[in-house]
Structure formats: C-alpha cells, structure tokens
C-alpha cells in the first residue's frame, strides 16, 4: 500500500505527510485547512491535500509587505 493517494492525476498527501513536508504539527495543519490557507478534501473522516496545495503555500510570500516611509521634507 502507498502512503499517497491519485485523484485525477494529482497526489494526495494526508495531513500527517503535508505536516512533515511543511516542517509544522499536524495541528498545525489542520488549522491551516479550517482557516481556509490550505484547500484540502475530506474522505471519509481525514483530510487529504493535493501535493500542488502544499507547494502552493510554501511558495507564497510571508510576513507583511514591504512599504517604504515617506520621506516628508519640511
């Protein structure tokens, strides 16, 4: 048996091996799906994440954007 699922050509990871790709808790990404940061389906009673989902949120941007002061000269 395989530790990932296929659907439709993608693989589906469980919460426990996205967690360890993202170096985070499994808890962790549970919260992650309920605040709606990471997509995932519900099959049965788990979720799984689409491998795209997670690299999705590990290439996005973090922190808050950078904004320069404004230089007022009086």
Do not use: W
């Not at 808890?27 to 788990?46: D, E, M, P, T």
């Not at 999705?56 to 950078?66: A, D, E, L, T, V």
């Amino acid at each position: 048996m395989t530790d990932s699922i296929a659907k439709n050509g993608a693989e589906l990871l469980s919460v426990a091996q996205a967690a360890k790709l993202l170096g985070v808790t499994r808890q962790r990404v549970h919260n992650l799906i309920k605040n709606g940061q990471i997509i995932a389906c519900k099959l049965g009673r788990y979720y799984y994440i689409e491998n795209v989902e997670v690299e999705r949120y590990q290439n996005q941007p973090m922190g808050k954007p950078y904004q320069p002061r404004s230089t007022n000269t009086l």
